[in-house]
């Protein structure tokens, strides 16, 4: 019969996510078939599967770990951010509504339906089914009606180790804590609890674990260091993408957008030694000598516009491109380099148009029906041939879509300047696929590295579960499954 076990947080970015990485393959290095799952997230970071739906790129990485495909029941519900009080929420892959957050609890006994769906779904395909659970039980004021934590967990009968973060401190507090506020059905499904993210000598905290131990009764499963290796994995937030050293090597700069998507794009140019990756905050300003300045996804494009521009990187920009300097657009960006968006619908938000950057001669209209793909592509000025995927709303087109970006199945896709210096694609994944990076980083002058990305993934995953053997009680942790 398949089991189940579940980590839960003292708080939103304790390391759950990459906890259940390294326990997905640990448990599959052990022979057994394995599944991640996560009821709700809320991310703008998300992963195209092949059953034609989209989950957390986190999830994602977890189906990685455990060997098998992304799949949209891995997390049924994905709630992604599109203003500071709304979102729009994907069931089962697919997009429902936006809503805003006191509209979203009216939608959860539904949601609750299709998340206990999915969740049966994968219990009847594998042995063991790895659930992580979206911000903290402790908000105990949103626990009627909970579809992430303690409401799932009670829902589908499935026991609970809750995880803290001793490196933000007060990790003591974090678990008791916990425990002191929950209800104790709720306490009753905990079968334990983790340390996470310790830098330095594990044993320094041994006092601190045992005193835990007493204050709450449950038993510890283990100390877990900082993962240092954790770069290495492609981001689930865009403040974890590390700009590179100043090593002299071609200056990639990255627009960190207040709604940035899939900037995980940017993770295997920050592994690659000729490159000088900086991802740029709000406030600063683009570097004069940026040879390539990307304008990644946006899941609010006409919003991030006028962030851009509150930045002061609309003139920037114009300034790098009158110097030389090449501008690349991805998805969002890339309607954003157009002349004009068009929402008459108001589908990310007020209907009205957007005058855009207008270094492309293309005009965006935002359209209900959202393109959702895996796609195999032949870049129109390398002619290398790359894997890539499309989630986007929108349809652009205009003059310089002559000049396309690349084609997909024979059909144009994406657009260039006539001066070959300003491109826009809505393919994501590109520069995972080594091939193409070294082919296109190669027209920069950039000499091949050998960098292996999706090998080097596999690499730190092995790396993570072998850290995780080390420092947790894994074989305790896949016998309190149940």
């Known amino acids: 019969m398949t089991k189940a076990i579940m980590i839960q947080g003292t708080g939103s970015n304790v390391g759950k996510s990459m906890l259940v990485a390294g326990l997905c393959r640990a448990a599959k290095l052990r022979g057994l078939s394995v599944a991640p799952f996560k009821p709700q997230n809320m991310s703008n970071n998300a992963a195209v599967t092949a059953d034609g739906g989209e989950i957390g790129r986190a999830q994602a990485l977890q189906a990685l770990a455990c060997g098998v495909a992304p799949h949209t029941d891995m997390n049924p519900v994905l709630l992604k951010p599109e203003s500071e009080v709304g979102s729009q929420v994907i069931v089962q892959g697919q997009r429902v509504a936006t809503v805003k957050a006191r509209e979203y609890a009216a939608l959860k006994p539904e949601l609750m339906v299709s998340v206990l769906d999915s969740f049966q779904r ?75 993210k310790f830098r330095g000598d594990p044993s320094l905290f041994d006092d601190g674990y045992q005193m835990i131990t007493g204050h709450t009764g449950w038993r510890g499963f283990g100390v877990c260091p900082w993962f240092g290796d954790a770069w290495r994995l492609p981001a689930e937030d865009a403040l974890d993408i590390r700009s590179g050293p100043a090593n002299g090597g071609l200056k990639v700069v990255c627009l960190t957008l207040s709604r940035i998507a899939n900037f995980d794009d940017m993770d295997p140019l920050a592994q690659e030694p000729g490159v000088s990756l900086v991802m740029l905050k709000a406030g600063e300003v683009i570097p004069a000598d940026a040879d390539l300045v990307i304008v990644p996804g946006s899941k609010s494009t006409r919003g991030d516009l006028a962030f851009l521009r509150a930045q002061g990187w609309d003139v920037d920009l114009l300034a790098h491109h009158r110097r030389g300097g090449r501008v690349l657009g991805i998805c969002g960006g890339y309607q954003m380099l157009g002349t004009v968006i068009s929402d008459p619908d108001g589908i990310e938000g007020a209907a009205g148009d957007s005058a855009g950057l207008g270094l492309l001669d293309v005009v ?45 199945d024979g059909v144009p896709e994406g657009a260039m300047s006539g001066d070959g210096r300003v491109m826009g694609s809505y393919l994501h994944g590109m520069f995972s696929q080594d091939p193409w990076r070294a082919a296109f980083l190669a027209t920069f002058g950039v000499a091949p590295s050998g960098v292996g990305y999706s090998v080097g993934v596999e690499r730190a995953l092995d790396d993570l579960a072998a850290h995780v053997e080390v420092h947790l009680d894994v074989d305790a942790i896949i016998a309190a499954a149940r």
């Open 122 to 196: 994968l219990k009847a395909q594998y042995d063991l089914v790895i659930v992580e659970g979206a911000g903290s039980p402790a908000e105990v004021n949103l626990r009627k009606g909970d579809i992430a934590n303690m409401g799932f967990a009670e829902a589908a009968g499935v026991p609970v180790i809750l995880c803290g973060d001793i490196d933000r401190g007060g990790v003591m507090a974090q678990v008791v804590g916990t425990q002191a506020v929950m209800s104790d059905a709720d306490n009753a499904r905990v079968a334990g609890f983790m340390i996470n």
């Open 364 to 408: 965006t209209r935002m359209i209900p029906d959202k393109r959702l793909s895996e796609v195999s592509a032949v870049h129109a000025a390398t002619d290398v041939p790359f894997e890539g995927y499309e989630i986007h709303i929108g349809r652009t087109e205009g003059h310089d879509c002559q000049r396309p970006f690349a084609f997909v």
